[in-house]
């Protein structure tokens, strides 16, 4: 069979065609055009006709998986043989046959060769039609380079009744995955159990603004094999209103029991490209305005909304070169949470100019902004060429500045340096709240690595975080010792005095005094953040160690032995992490690496050592018992969270601290110092 085909089409679509379900064809991807031409050629050879060519339509997206728009059938055997015809194929989507998502016109002739074998040719040509309504919906619903939402669909998974046993115990290990387009969210897994309490709680961008369908399907966690389907359910966003929630029990399609849901639709302004020369900003009337809608007076309006960040990508320089022609196709992608906005892609050129504007609304202030350099590569994934990550709360606002590019791990530096200028306006007092409730989950997170480097930092971390401990516990024994008569005779005095004038509101007090201490020393010129150097000094180890342990890796035949345990070393590895990095937080929070939360720990023991100086404890613990006896029986469906906690995951991380840090700009790199840390 002989296949010749030119097609026209939106986004950027490229076309597979399957026969006897082996891909036999896939065209080459036309970017950024909304009147494609491949102008492609094929040949191909049939056993019979009576299998049908299978024809999908894709969308490419870089790095993530590419969106299906449309599919349809060509049956063989209703053509005629050694004539042209000119065929129409309307698109569908199986799962909701009743959208219209355009068509493909074709042009085929069927000739007959030597034998029973049979060829045919076509013609793909004119246009890939759509109905100008849903065009609309596919285009802000599928296609992430204009990523424009409308608004959030906030769902939270409160239980589980009934599900359907799958394990030999009778019960199940079920787990929940939600889908809508291309978001992806996946729920914790409860074992043992056919009632399963969940209470997450999930955010979906809503980009069409008449709804969308949330694909929801249940699991059951089988460890060392393939988990097992339990069931499937659908929301239709159309049929729910607005700014209003709603409680959901939804019964289970191909399986047993019912899942129980509060939805919530909620508008809000979306995110939004444009021009340099169309800034809001830069208007006095429309700044005053953003102003005055983040002002204190305003404090406890619309809590989710807490403020605005503006990013002008203005141009970068000396960037990697990733053709062969010694040249790049850069463009670049802005992340803010699970926003996700790209720039158009300058051809040919290591110094290009974008000029953009991107704005954002912030849900939390503690959010980093993470702006990634690629290039273009046509049919394959694009090529990684640097990226920076800016935590909001380190923007100077209106400041331009040229920040050095980063490798992937963010751990060195590559080639190039990007300009960027930002702006952050945002609520104090909702940024304080907000960091008291459970940070947003990404939904677009890399798979975790087994790593034996990785694995050693994280040792090394928790190592570090005991040893703050046992030297702790040195120095007090040596008060008991009178190693140092002076520092034993102050100790004791220092014991006697708090012991007998002891009162509960000395502990938030006690716990005051070391952050007012490092602040005072921070004020002097005194740096108290020395540990962060040693991670980062870890951590370039690590960046210089990741090639020589893969080629290690291979010859010793250490990932075959370690592929058995993956799991295990994984869980591990995530352990040690989670230890270390509550420690490190909890460091850093007295150590003031991030101001804002400094301050709001302090107001927060302050406020805790007024209420216990002025309130009786049994008062306290009285009211702490009523709040928790009758918390299920004022909101059955509230999502329990632990206030502490939610404080901590916004403070960073020793390594996180070096991500975030920004590198110094070298006018004179060291050849050999870039070769190193160049991630390509």
């Known amino acids: 069979m002989c296949l010749l085909f030119f097609f026209l089409g939106t986004s950027d679509p490229y076309v597979k065609f399957k026969i006897a379900g082996k891909e036999v064809f896939r065209s080459k991807t036309i970017h950024k055009n909304l009147n494609p031409v491949w102008d492609e050629r094929v040949s191909l050879l049939v056993e019979t006709l009576r299998d049908p060519l299978y024809v999908k339509v894709f969308d490419y997206?870089?790095?993530?998986?590419?969106?299906?728009?449309?599919s349809a059938y060509l049956y063989l055997e209703s053509l005629e043989h050694q004539r042209a015809l000119d065929v129409t194929l309307d698109l569908k989507d199986p799962q909701y046959p009743e959208h219209n998502l355009g068509s493909l016109e074709l042009s085929v002739t069927l000739t007959p060769k030597e034998g029973d074998v049979r060829d045919a040719t076509m013609l793909l040509r004119r246009n890939w039609k759509r109905s100008s309504k849903y065009q609309s919906m596919r285009l802000s619903d599928v296609h992430r380079k204009a990523q424009l939402w409308r608004g959030i669909v906030s769902i939270s998974l409160i239980e589980g009744h009934g599900l359907q046993p799958m394990d030999a115990n009778g019960l199940s290990d079920p787990y929940v995955k939600f889908r809508m387009g291309h978001q992806k969210y996946k729920s914790k897994t409860i074992s043992k159990t056919l009632n399963p309490q969940w209470r997450e709680q999930f955010d979906f961008h809503l980009y069409d603004e008449q709804g969308g369908f949330v694909d929801i399907t249940v699991w059951d966690k089988d460890a060392g094999k393939k988990d097992d389907f339990m069931g499937r359910c659908t929301i239709d966003l159309s049929l729910l209103s607005k700014e209003h929630t709603h409680k959901l029990d939804l019964p289970l399609e191909e399986g047993e029991g019912v899942l129980v849901l509060l939805v919530t639709l909620t508008a809000s302004a979306a995110v939004s490209i444009s021009d340099l020369s169309v800034n809001m900003l830069d208007d006095p009337h429309e700044r005053h305005q953003i102003k005055q809608r983040y002002s204190l007076w305003r404090s406890f309006h619309n809590l989710k909304d807490?403020?605005?960040?503006?990013?002008?990508?203005?141009?970068?320089?000396?960037?990697?070169?990733?053709?062969?022609?010694?040249?790049?196709?850069?463009?670049?992608?802005?992340?803010?949470?699970?926003?996700?906005?790209?720039?158009?892609?300058?051809?040919?050129?290591?110094?290009?100019?974008?000029?953009?504007?991107?704005?954002?609304?912030?849900?939390?202030?503690?959010?980093?902004?993470?702006?990634?350099?690629?290039?273009?590569?046509?049919?394959?994934?694009?090529?990684f060429l640097g990226k920076v990550a800016i935590p909001l709360l380190n923007i100077q606002n209106g400041e331009r500045k040229a920040y050095a590019l980063k490798s992937k791990e963010l751990t060195g530096p590559t080639k190039g340096v990007i300009f960027l200028e930002?702006?952050?306006?945002?609520?104090?007092?909702?940024?304080?709240?907000?960091?008291?409730?459970?940070?947003?989950?990404?939904?677009?997170?890399?798979?975790?690595?087994?790593?034996?480097?990785?694995?050693?930092?994280n040792f090394t971390r928790v190592r570090r975080c005991i040893m703050v401990l046992i030297n702790a516990g040195c120095y007090i024994n040596s008060c008991f010792e009178w190693d140092?008569?002076?520092?034993?005779?102050?100790?004791?005095?220092?014991?006697?005095?708090?012991?007998?004038?002891?009162?509960?509101?000395?502990?938030?007090?006690a716990l005051l005094l070391p952050l007012a201490w490092t602040y005072m020393l921070i004020a002097s010129g005194k740096d108290t953040r020395q540990d962060v150097e040693a991670v980062e000094d870890l951590l370039e180890d690590e960046d210089e160690d990741f090639d020589k342990d893969d080629k290690d890796s291979e010859r010793k035949g250490f990932m075959n032995k370690l592929y058995a345990i993956q799991d295990v070393c994984i869980s591990v590895q995530n352990a040690l992490d989670e230890v270390a990095s509550y420690g490190e937080r909890i460091k850093n929070t007295f150590n003031w690496t991030v101001p804002f939360l400094s301050w709001l720990a302090i107001v927060a023991l302050g406020v805790a050592t007024i209420i216990l100086y002025f309130i009786p404890l049994r008062y306290i613990l009285l009211a702490w018992g009523v709040n928790k006896f009758t918390k299920k029986l004022r909101d059955p469906y509230t999502i329990d969270n632990n206030e502490l906690l939610d404080f901590l995951s916004r403070v960073p991380s020793d390594v996180q601290v070096v991500q975030y840090r920004e590198l110094k700009l070298d006018p004179n790199p060291s050849p050999n110092k870039r070769k190193k840390n160049n991630p390509g």
Not at 333 to 353: G, I
Not at 432 to 455: A, F, M
Not at 484 to 509: D, K, T
Request: hydrophobic fraction near 45%; include cysteine; aromatic fraction near 10%.
């Open 61 to 70: 997206d870089f790095g993530l998986q590419d969106d299906f728009m449309g």
């Open 306 to 383: 807490v403020g605005v960040v503006q990013v002008k990508v203005i141009r970068a320089e000396g960037l990697m070169a990733a053709d062969v022609t010694g040249k790049s196709d850069p463009f670049c992608v802005v992340e803010l949470s699970n926003d996700r906005l790209q720039t158009h892609t300058v051809y040919k050129n290591l110094n290009p100019e974008w000029n953009k504007v991107f704005t954002f609304n912030v849900k939390d202030i503690h959010s980093v902004l993470e702006v990634t350099v690629y290039d273009e590569d046509r049919d394959r994934s694009a090529d």
């Open 484 to 509: 140092s008569p002076q520092r034993s005779i102050c100790a004791f005095v220092l014991f006697v005095v708090v012991v007998w004038n002891f009162e509960l509101y000395m502990i938030p007090l």
């Open 422 to 457: 930002i702006d952050v306006i945002f609520n104090a007092v909702k940024a304080g709240l907000r960091t008291l409730i459970p940070i947003e989950q990404k939904y677009i997170e890399e798979e975790p690595r087994v790593s034996k480097q990785l694995l050693l930092r």
